[in-house]
């Protein structure tokens, strides 16, 4: 079984950055695919961005190109996701995401993700 747990939410200002980190712990290995989701209030889960077991891979939704910037540690276990020029629309629980299953967590496709956390809160004042 494999724990992720997230930090570094927040209530930034709009144009502001946060550094979201996510700590995996329990049966991880080299080609553990993770990746950011979030959800709005009252809006579906979204992808946000995903990276691959070695990092060699990232995938970025469309309005984060640019701004995010997914990465990861793999002798601390931790991906993080480093976030610029953040506007209002960025506000949501953002939920890391961790998958056995696939190479890459792909847009749209929940099913490939076999474990989440619990969510940290971002908000961006106007």
């Known amino acids: 079984q494999v724990r992720l747990v997230e930090s570094g939410g927040g209530l930034v200002t709009a144009g502001g950055s946060l550094r979201l980190s996510c700590a995996a712990s329990?049966?991880?290995?080299?080609?553990?695919?993770m990746g950011w989701f979030r959800q709005a209030p009252g809006k579906e889960r979204d992808f946000v961005a995903s990276?691959?077991?070695?990092?060699?891979?990232?995938l970025y939704r469309d309005s984060v190109k640019g701004r995010f910037t997914i990465s990861r540690d793999n002798a601390k276990n931790t991906v993080f996701l480093q976030m610029n020029s953040l506007n209002p629309e960025d506000t949501a629980l953002y939920y890391c995401?961790?998958?056995?299953?696939?190479?890459?967590?792909?847009?749209?496709?929940?099913?490939?993700?076999?474990?989440w956390g619990k969510g940290t809160l971002v908000t961006v004042a106007s």
């Open positions: 995401a961790g998958s056995d299953s696939v190479y890459l967590i792909r847009p749209g496709q929940l099913t490939e993700v076999d474990y």
């Open positions: 329990g049966r991880t290995s080299s080609t553990f695919a």
């Open positions: 990276i691959s077991g070695s990092g060699g891979r990232t």
